[in-house]
Structures are given as C-alpha cells and as structure tokens.
C-alpha cells in the first residue's frame, strides 16, 4: 500500500508540473543513468543531462555498442556498477529493451521509459513492432546492421528539431545491429520496480497506441508530451522534470 500510494503521489505531481520545493529539501535518489536507443549515440542526452546536473545530480551517460542486446544489458550494468548509490534508470527507444533488463541491478530503484519500448520476459523489440507497425525508412549499411534513412530521418524521428539540427543527427548515425530487434528479453525490471513512462504523441518511430498498451500492462505512471521520437531533444524540461519524480520513490 505504501508504495502504491507514493506512485499515485508521484503520478499527480507530474500532471501538475514541477514542485515549488527544492530537490534538496527532501531525500531523493542522486544518480541517474542514461540509455540512448538504436542508431544514436549518448549526446542525444545532453539536453537533458544538463538540467539534471544543474538540479545537483550525479548523471552518467552509457554509450551502447549496438551490436546485440547482451552487449548493450552489459555495458549499461559496467556504468551502474560505478555508482555510488541507489540510481534512476532511463531509456530512450530501444534503450527501453536495455533498461528493462538491466535494471533488475539492486542499485535501481526506479526505471524511466521516453519514448521508449517495455518488453516483457521472452517478448522481443521487434515483435512487438509488429503489431503495432508505422512506416518508419530504414536503410540497411551492410549486411547485419541498419540506420534509419537519412532522407527520412527529419520525417519520421526528428520533425520538431530544426531542419539543421536534425540533419546533423540523420548524418551522425551509428549502424545497429539487426539483431537486436529479434532478441528475447531475459527479464523485466518494471515487474518489481516503479516504472516511469513519457509518450511522444507525434511519434512515427514507435507506436504511441503501442506504448500506451505496454505501459499500461506495466502499471507505468504515465504522462504523454506533444512532440517527435526525439523527445528528449525537443521537450528536455519536460523529460528531466518526470526522471526528477522518479528520483522522488520510496525505495
């Protein structure tokens, strides 16, 4: 009961916007670890990384190898294992797969999706995709590994960044292995710990109806934002206020 009653706590204080009161008035977890998704590197985090640093937390950044899910669930738990205390978990995208995994780690406390896909125990990324199917350009650089279409790249992830900006990103991409779209889950974290969830209503990359059914499966408190997949980039305020309430849990 306790524990339910902090998450719906949380949940109002998040419709409501940011809280008066200092982040330093109150215990709250003060390390977070950030998770980017397929075909990104960790600067598509610096936006939000900045506020967070500024609000006096201690932010680590993972840079996923994107060369199979193993890989990726490993060295997000290596930047785990280096802090010092209980952390908040976030995920963008694919990174939602890695999360889900890899906080099962004792140090988290509580898990944030943006924009990101929440598979469970022996569900893939990619099958969930397919029942909840978009028109998204993918183009494949060899024979294992794919980008998204820089052609399409504005259109389908990045439609509310300047045009610059998002062509930047459509030419800065890291090749993704295919074969992390078709990897089981090992495990979910969100069954045993407080899950955080923002959809990106404008998505085109991932389903919003699709993470609206997986985040309600999940009982993850929920709040949905105006904006492109790259919600952390366009909407970084609003992401870092909801990873701010996770850092808020009763752990």
Same mark, same amino acid.
Do not use: C
């Given at each position: ?10 949940? %109002? $204080? ?16 003060? =390390?977070?670890? #950030? ?24 932010? $680590?950044?993972?840079?996923?190898? *994107?060369? =199979?899910?193993? %890989? ?8 785990? %294992? ?11 995208s694919y990174g939602g797969a890695v999360i889900t995994a890899a906080g099962t780690d004792p140090k988290v406390k509580s898990l944030v999706y943006v924009a990101a896909i929440q598979p469970d125990t022996r569900e893939s990324v990619g099958e969930l995709n397919a029942r909840w199917p978009l028109p998204g ?18 259109? @389908?992830?990045? !439609? &509310?960044?300047? +045009?610059? !900006? ?10 993704? $292995? ?6 089981? *889950?090992?495990?979910? %974290? ?11 209503? &404008?998505?085109?990359? #991932? ?14 408190? +929920? ?17 870092? !206020?909801?990873?701010?309430?996770? $850092?808020?849990? @009763?752990?």
């Open positions: 009961m306790k524990r339910t009653i902090t998450l719906l706590a949380a949940a %109002a $204080s998040i419709a409501l916007g940011p809280s008066p009161v200092s982040a330093k008035d109150h215990d709250r977890i003060e =390390n977070v670890v #950030l998770v980017h998704g397929a075909a990104m590197d960790g600067s598509s985090w610096r936006k939000v990384y900045d506020i967070l640093v500024r609000k006096h937390y201690t932010v $680590s950044v993972v840079q996923l190898p *994107l060369s =199979n899910l193993d %890989a990726d669930i490993a060295a997000t738990r290596k930047v785990i %294992a280096r802090q010092d205390g209980p952390v908040v978990l976030v995920g963008h350009h993918v183009l494949m650089v060899d024979e294992t590994s794919l980008i998204v279409d820089p052609v399409m790249f504005k259109h @389908d992830v990045a !439609d &509310d960044l300047p +045009t610059a !900006d998002a062509h930047y990103l459509a030419a800065s991409q890291r090749p993704t $292995s295919v074969s992390v779209f078709s990897a089981k *889950l090992p495990t979910a %974290a969100w069954r045993a710990k407080p899950s955080f969830g923002i959809i990106a209503q &404008d998505d085109r990359t #991932l389903s919003p109806e699709m993470l609206r059914t997986l985040y309600r499966r999940s009982h993850t408190i +929920t709040v949905e934002i105006p904006g492109s997949h790259l919600i952390q980039i366009s909407q970084p305020r609003k992401v870092a !206020d909801v990873v701010i309430r996770a $850092s808020e849990v @009763d752990y």
